[in-house]
């Protein structure tokens, strides 16, 4: 069955460092989608791509999708104890059809 | 507006058992999904309806199945619990396929 793979598992950084979080498929996605999910509280939708090779920021976050639709990547700009959390990539491969979550990258940032 | 509710929040069950967890999507939405998470990995898919009708199933046993009333809510029923069936269950909503999915904040199942 499809895969969504994310690396790393984890990841520790001091605040104002980047962060960057690495999402990959077994197989072509029709989008993908990316999540957070604080301590103690459930996924919150942060984005969606759907075109290959699209770009998208929200203020200090930059989604990416691969040009293959098999790879996606989320960045941080100079990190804040705000972001907090374990962020996961959501890979949809039939449009309409299922969202298949990676394992998460867990965010430390110490102040 | 509401966002997803599920009830309840918090559920202890002896293993054999029978749950009930209910869900009700955000006002308007049609699609709604059921996952299942264990501490510290991803939400794992269990079910998705559309309009009320079952549009996918995930590796799950035949011991959970899943309705979506005309309402749009939905139940998750899980028979014959199981100690590894203790996990946070998740119901999310979205407006239309293919759009980002509103999480409830889910129900936290142990089975002793």
């Known amino acids: 069955g499809q895969q969504v793979m994310q690396i790393p598992q984890y990841q520790h950084v001091q605040e104002g460092e980047d962060f960057t979080t690495y999402c990959n498929s077994s197989t072509t996605l029709s989008n993908i989608q990316w999540y957070k999910q604080r301590p103690g509280g459930h996924p919150v939708f942060l984005i969606q791509?759907?075109?290959?090779?699209e770009v998208k920021k929200q203020k200090r976050l930059t989604f990416q999708f691969g040009e293959a639709k098999k790879n996606s990547s989320l960045h941080i700009t100079a990190t804040q104890t705000t972001d907090v959390g374990t962020y996961f990539c959501a890979g949809v491969v039939t449009s309409g059809s299922r969202l298949t979550f990676g394992e998460g990258t867990q965010l430390t940032v110490n102040p | 507006d509401a966002g997803v509710t599920q009830s309840p929040t918090h559920l202890i069950k002896t293993r054999g058992q029978h749950v009930t967890l209910r869900c009700s999507p955000i006002s308007g939405h049609k699609s709604v999904s059921w996952y299942q998470q264990v501490l510290g990995q991803g939400p794992q898919f269990i079910f998705q309806y559309y309009e009320k009708e079952e549009r996918g199933r995930g590796n799950f046993p035949d011991r959970f199945s899943a309705r979506q009333f005309p309402n749009y809510s939905s139940e998750l029923n899980v028979n014959a619990l199981l100690l590894g069936d203790s996990a946070l269950y998740l119901c999310?909503?979205?407006?239309?396929?293919?759009?980002?999915?509103?999480f409830g904040s889910g129900t936290r199942l142990t089975v002793v």
């Open positions: 791509l759907v075109k290959s090779g």
């Open positions: 999310a909503s979205s407006q239309d396929l293919n759009y980002g999915y509103t």
